[in-house]
């Protein structure tokens, strides 16, 4: 199993648009993004960094492997 590196929702928020999603909505702090039939959100709290728990759930949603998105977050 790859080691996922430690990233604010900020971070993936900026990662995801630059893998092609688009952010459709922003209710509260949730940031919701699509991209053709995909679609996930990503809580953006200031500073601190998603828990491992919800960046494999974001990485479920956007059909990418956890070795594939520290390969391509540069990790």
């Known amino acids: 199993m790859a080691k996922l590196p430690r ?4 971070e993936m ?3 995801l648009q630059e ?4 952010l459709v909505r922003v209710r ?13 959100s990503v809580p953006v709290h200031t500073n ?3 828990k491992i728990g919800t960046l494999r759930s974001i ?13 391509r977050f540069g990790f």
């Open 7 to 10: 990233i604010t929702g900020a």
């Open 13 to 15: 928020a900026n990662f």
């Open 19 to 22: 893998e092609g999603f688009v």
């Open 28 to 40: 509260g702090s949730h940031h919701f993004f699509a991209r053709g039939d995909q679609r996930t």
């Open 48 to 50: 601190r960094s998603l």
């Open 59 to 71: 990485l479920r949603d956007i059909d990418m492997s956890p070795a594939e998105f520290a390969e």
